[in-house]
């Protein structure tokens, strides 16, 4: 099974600032990495696929990178609306598929 | 517009059963792979299950393998999800997902491309 670790657990930002996110893999996950954006109450929304590419109606302010097993989401001039809980998710060795433990992003 | 609604959580005693339903609409049902998701609640997502369109693969995490069945009517547009023999560990808040819209440079869909609202199960005496 693969793990997932993300890190930092929870991450204190002013809005209008960036905020980057960390996602390891226990091994390479070439680029077979998504990112789901979670909100209290709320179902979780894709970000991001293919370790950079945005999923449709996704603001250009969130940006994803990385390979084989570390990745790293960006999040440019943090808005209200972006507070939430981040998952990175690997598919590529898989069953199972798997998520990360999430990142907290609160306001500073 | 793509919508999937979960039905059937509910409370349920341990040893128990129960069936979730995720009945979906704005797309092709038959032409996609589904899945489950689940998330005990103030903590991360785990994946459950998934089944692939014509419903002739599926596949399950260990910790329900056995005691889970996921299940699909294309007809129907419907996927289910049957759970026996619950354990208290089982309650969380069960998602249905969709497979991805698009191809990654890879060649793969298997992301969440689309959520339900989630169906709380909880297993307790």
């Known amino acids: 099974e693969v793990v997932m670790t993300q890190s930092p657990a929870t991450l204190s930002v002013s809005p209008g600032e960036r905020a980057t996110l960390s996602c390891r893999a226990s091994?390479?996950?070439?680029?077979?990495l998504a990112w789901y954006q979670q909100k209290p109450g709320r179902s979780p929304r894709l970000l991001i696929y293919?370790?950079?590419t945005r999923a449709a109606g996704i603001p250009a302010r969130f940006s994803g990178s990385g390979s084989g097993t570390e990745f790293t989401l960006t999040i440019n001039s943090l808005q209200s609306e972006d507070f939430a809980v981040y998952y990175c998710?690997?598919?590529?060795?898989?069953?199972?598929?798997?998520f990360g433990g999430g990142t907290k992003v609160e306001t500073k | 517009e793509v919508q999937l609604v979960e039905s059937g959580g509910g409370l349920v005693q341990p040893g128990g059963s129960l069936r979730l339903s995720c009945a979906a609409s704005g797309f092709t049902f038959s032409t996609f792979w589904m899945y489950w998701v689940r998330q005990v609640p103030g903590k991360g997502l785990v994946w459950v299950s998934l089944?692939?369109?014509?419903?002739?693969?599926?596949m399950y995490a260990d910790s329900v393998k056995g005691r889970f069945t996921v299940s699909r009517d294309n007809a129907e547009s419907t996927l289910y999800l049957q759970m026996n023999s619950l354990r208290v560990e089982d309650t969380a808040v069960y998602y249905c997902?969709?497979?991805?819209?698009?191809?990654?440079?890879?060649?793969?869909?298997?992301?969440?491309?689309?959520w339900g609202q989630g169906a709380l199960v909880t297993v307790s005496s």
């Open positions: 293919g370790a950079s």
């Open positions: 091994q390479s996950v070439g680029i077979n």
């Open positions: 089944i692939n369109s014509d419903g002739s693969k599926t």
């Open positions: 998710q690997q598919y590529h060795n898989w069953p199972p598929l798997t």
């Open positions: 997902a969709r497979e991805g819209n698009y191809y990654d440079s890879t060649g793969s869909l298997r992301y969440f491309q689309h």
